[in-house]
């Protein structure tokens, strides 16, 4: 189109059928009485101060399509076939299913069957033969009764932006030019080879908004993609409703097109502290929006000229227009949906002061880890409440989110805010968002809500609720067949398509043991309101201590005990299976069980039946504590607050070890770092872990390892005051640890790990293994321990070649010293690989995280289990008579174990059971790290409600005979 600097032509009736695709119907009605086009002619005019300009249809279009809103077209449910589909994809008619459709908040659910063809929903619940008796290739699926849901939408996701494994290269997530960078998009960056397509999509997941990072103020433009490789693999072709703006700059867009939503990311808080102070960010905000409001205003004073006929006035004038404003004039006009990264209440304050500023909506306030505290300033937002994407339980990382709250999701859905469930990927794998779904019910968000928050609520509050995230006439087939209710634990899909196109194998095992029910139920789960009314009652942290009873306790309505045998393996005390079956009791004496059994057995035994406390466990078990073993837990408060922690450890391979130490490779002790009381800790020990090893070492996302060397491990109790309390310390000295890698692969001002190369590590290991070291040193004495096995040997390793290196090394030491070692691979997530080798070396395994991530070059030979292979690295390597066990990387994980180990029993397929998971982390790991606690010095926990693994219980008690009490948690 001309510019508008062009011709001017005298006032005559025009001819609107001449303007073609760029004119409105309806402007043309206004306008036609006064504008003619003719060419282009410069005509003496009849009326010489009033010249119209020969593109006045141009400038008017473009000024009525300012104010049209973004969205899709008033037809767009009528569409026959999806712009997506792909030719020759088969129709899929799936019966007999319970489908979830997202209608009504969540709460609908259809028995019946469903349609998918043309890349489309065509039919939900009754399909009439009609619909599909003509066509060819129609596969029948009979769901039996089976969940069926629409894919799953992750509204935080880097996928393509960081893919897996990381490297160097593809490290495209933030820019480093500054706060302000609307003009950027994360489509510029989406590297299309990233494993983690096909791993989110074995997650159900079908659609991701790719967000660039929050490193900047504005971080630019994001898109909602499809996680489905396309035809033509590029990334474009795997937006969704790709914006006009795509491929030409914002006011040159087609104004006869109607607007789609765009979308872009912000931050602020911690992450742009690079740039400045919050004071300076927020600036660095206002000033940019300030901008974006000069074009805005001229661009509608032009057209409120243009419009009112006042073409003099305009005369010569460019349409104002700022190719590097565009964006934000667009938010201004409220057609973008804005995912803002923010967390505390000072940022939501100063956030919802700008948006009443400038008068734009925000769609989303993401990781947002204390919304729940400030209800009334977030309703406050211009242009309507944001919803709140957030993390289920990973919070504690940084100061911002010290507050986050598992009770967050509730709270804001009590307070009518809308709640979405995010990774974060790949914070958290992008597999696993439904699992952060599954935890905010467990913690109380209603069911509805909670599969709401992964798919409509989500789907809705980024304006692609025409497409995705519900199951609809008119949606597109995003669809995934579940193996049980979805917010079981470990809900597995069966199938998934998108666009209409199935994504899943089928040869491999879904669901083995999944028949009862009650796996098609929603679980049960227990109540929160104490502890929900005490995290906002304190504001987000609540005393975690709980209540000690020194004396007598009797717990009744017990369906099963576990205890530890003489060989420290997990056996069963009693269990009542019948359902009709009285229940049993049990009696504990300053912490010590005295008496399970029958209430008649018991009592007989127990005269003097006086008990101080008695609890109704409600057919709860009473099991051994578990363990945790390989975060920070206990050596920090904060991951990512320095003051909070221990402090870096020097690095003996750049030679910076201070002469004061005395010690080459500065080996020191993480349990002369050891704090008590952190948050993670305890919140562990709420969920039955009572103990935990922790060294020196830790391992970040995008940052690596800390150390080569980490040094010495210790042995706590999660639940102790301090570490001269009694029974605090299990074992001071607990293993010697090292990690072993090829270079972290994100360098520059993310890459702080150590660099030394592999061979330099296996060198040095080798030479301080053979005696190169003198005893006299700490350095000597726990190296020469290590290779004569008298300390267990954990080294931190992820690629089958160096472990296969390692254990030829370990051949090396045990026959030049005649000695044999107690090596323990830990992370290890190729370890499946070498399962033999590794079983004949008497080498043990920590898996570390349990379910395996291909985070780096290191790790990328993942076994990922159903529904992409019938295998996990767990199962094979239990197979092939290994000593496994299972880990955390991060402190806030080790109150998950119980869900981690509930997992790993429910992916094997039948083949591990749940006396061999919960072994996983606490005898498993007592053997590895040889940690014997005393038969008569363990912890037992109490569940109420229900079995340890199962999402109906939750701990009501510690029962610590080490300590002498019982502390009551709940
Ligand atoms: C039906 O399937 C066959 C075999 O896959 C294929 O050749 C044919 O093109 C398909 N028909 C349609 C209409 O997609
Ligand atoms: C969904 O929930 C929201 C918030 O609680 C409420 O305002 C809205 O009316 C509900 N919509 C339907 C269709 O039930
Ligand atoms: C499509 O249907 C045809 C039979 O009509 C079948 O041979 C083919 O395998 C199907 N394709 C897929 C991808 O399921």
Redesign the pocket.
């Known amino acids: 189109m001309g510019d508008n600097k062009g011709l001017w032509l005298g006032t005559k009736p025009a001819k609107c059928g001449g303007i073609g695709r760029f004119l409105l119907v309806g402007l043309c009605a206004i306008f036609a009485a006064t504008t003619v086009l003719t060419g282009n002619v410069y005509l003496a005019t009849q009326a010489p101060h009033q010249r119209i300009p020969i593109n006045a249809q141009e400038i008017l279009g473009k000024c009525a399509a300012l104010r049209q809103p973004a969205g899709p077209p008033a037809d767009f449910g009528d569409r026959e076939v999806s712009d997506r589909f792909e030719p020759g994809t088969n129709t899929t008619l799936i019966r007999n299913a319970r489908l979830w459709t997202g209608?009504?908040?969540g709460?609908e659910v259809i028995h019946g069957d469903l349609l998918l063809d043309k890349g489309l929903v065509k039919a939900v619940g009754k399909v009439p033969r009609s619909l599909y008796a003509f066509l060819e290739n129609v596969t029948v699926i009979d769901a039996k009764g089976a969940w069926v849901t629409p894919g799953l939408v992750d509204l935080h996701s880097h996928v393509g932006l960081l893919p897996l494994p990381s490297m160097r290269a593809t490290f495209d997530v933030n820019s480093p030019n500054g706060p302000i960078l609307p003009w950027l998009r994360s489509i510029d960056g989406f590297n299309t080879h990233d494993e983690a397509f096909r791993l989110g999509i074995a997650g159900g997941v079908t659609s991701v908004q790719a967000l660039p990072g929050s490193g900047n103020a504005i971080g630019g433009q994001a898109f909602m993609m499809k996680l489905r490789k396309t035809r033509e693999r590029s990334p474009s072709s795997m937006i969704i409703d790709p914006p006009h703006t795509l491929s030409t700059s914002g006011a040159q867009v087609d104004p006869s097109l109607p607007p789609r939503w765009r979308h872009m990311k912000q931050a602020c808080g911690e992450n742009i502290k690079w740039y400045g102070t919050r004071m300076d960010s927020i600036w660095a905000f206002r000033q940019a929006y300030n901008e974006a409001r000069k074009v805005k205003d001229a661009q509608d004073e032009f057209c409120s000229k243009a419009e009112q006929g006042a073409w003099g006035s305009i005369e010569g004038k460019d349409f104002p227009d700022d190719y590097k404003w565009e964006m934000l004039v667009d938010v201004l006009r409220g057609r973008v949906k804005i995912s803002h990264h923010c967390y505390e209440a000072v940022d939501f304050d100063d956030i919802v002061r700008l948006t009443n500023e400038f008068q734009f909506p925000i769609a989303v306030f993401h990781h947002a880890s204390e919304a729940y505290l400030v209800p009334d300033v977030l309703k406050r937002s211009w242009g309507g409440t944001p919803a709140i994407a957030i993390f289920a339980t990973n919070h504690r990382y940084k100061r911002e989110s010290y507050r986050g709250s598992e009770f967050a999701p509730r709270i804001l859905?009590d307070n009518?805010?809308?709640v979405v469930m995010k990774t974060d990927h790949p914070v958290i794998n992008t597999r696993y968002l439904l699992n952060e779904a599954q935890q905010a019910h467990y913690y109380g968000l209603p069911p509805h809500?909670a599969l709401a928050s992964v798919t409509s609520t989500a789907a809705t509050a980024v304006g692609m609720a025409h497409r995705i995230g519900f199951l609809r006439v008119g949606a597109d087939a995003d669809v995934v067949l579940w193996d049980s209710h979805p917010l079981h634990l470990g809900a597995t899909p069966v199938q998934v398509w998108i666009d209409g196109i199935k994504q899943l194998p089928e040869d491999v095992q879904v669901g083995t043991g999944k028949d009862d029910v009650a796996w098609k139920e929603v679980p049960r789960v227990p109540d929160w309101s104490k502890e929900r009314n005490a995290t906002w009652n304190w504001d987000g942290l609540p005393p975690l201590k709980g209540r000690n009873e020194l004396g007598l306790v009797v717990f009744t309505n017990v369906r099963t005990v576990w205890t530890k045998d003489n060989e420290g393996e997990i056996k069963e005390m009693f269990a009542i299976t019948g359902e009709k079956e009285e229940l049993g009791t049990v009696i504990v004496q300053s912490g010590k069980i005295v008496c399970a059994g029958s209430v008649l057995s018991c009592s007989e035994n127990f005269n003097s039946f006086d008990p101080h406390e008695v609890l109704d466990l409600r057919g709860g078990s009473i099991v051994p504590g578990l363990m945790s073993y390989g975060s920070p837990l206990g050596i920090e408060e904060i991951a990512g607050e320095p003051s909070t922690g221990n402090g870096a450890l020097y690095d003996p391979f750049t030679g910076n070890t201070p002469k004061i130490l005395g010690d080459t490779a500065g080996v020191t002790r993480a349990v002369d770092a050891l704090q008590f009381r952190t948050r993670n800790a305890l919140l562990a020990y709420r969920s039955g872990v009572t103990v935990a090893t922790s060294s020196l070492s830790k391992t970040t996302l995008f940052v690596g390892p800390n150390s080569i060397i980490p040094g010495l491990s210790t042995t706590f109790r999660t639940g102790a005051a301090h570490a001269l309390e009694g029974g605090a310390i299990v074992k001071d000295i607990t293993a010697l640890h090292v990690n072993i890698g090829r270079p972290h692969p994100i360098g520059g001002r993310n890459g702080r790990g150590p660099g030394a190369s592999v061979s330099t590590e296996i060198a040095a290991l080798r030479r301080l293994l053979l005696e190169g070291e003198s005893k006299d040193t700490e350095t000597g004495l726990w190296f020469r321990r290590a290779a004569e096995g008298t300390i267990p040997f954990v080294i931190a390793v992820s690629s089958a070649d160096i472990m296969a290196t390692l254990l030829k090394l370990k051949v090396d030491i045990e026959e030049a010293r005649g000695t044999t070692m107690r090596m323990v691979f830990a992370h290890a997530s190729e370890a499946h690989l070498l399962a033999e080798e590794i079983a004949k070396a008497r080498v043990g395994v920590i898996l570390i995280p349990s379910r395996p991530f291909p985070d780096t070059w290191d790790d990328r030979r993942i076994l990922p289990g159903p529904p992409l292979t019938n295998d996990t690295a767990l199962v094979k390597l239990i197979e092939h008579g290994v000593t496994v066990a299972i880990g955390a990387q991060d402190a806030w994980q080790a109150g998950n174990t119980r869900w981690d180990l509930t997992w790993a029993a429910l992916e094997s397929n039948g083949r591990i059971d749940e006396q061999q998971a919960y072994a996983l982390a606490s005898t498993n790991l007592e053997k590895l790290l040889d940690v014997r606690v005393p038969r008569d010095a363990a912890d037992f926990v109490a569940y109420a409600g229900g079995g340890a693994l199962s999402m109906s219980s939750k701990v009501a008690a510690v029962l610590s005979s080490e300590r002498g009490m019982v502390e009551f948690v709940s």
Do not use: P
């Open positions: 209608v009504n908040n709460t859905a009518d805010i809308r809500l």
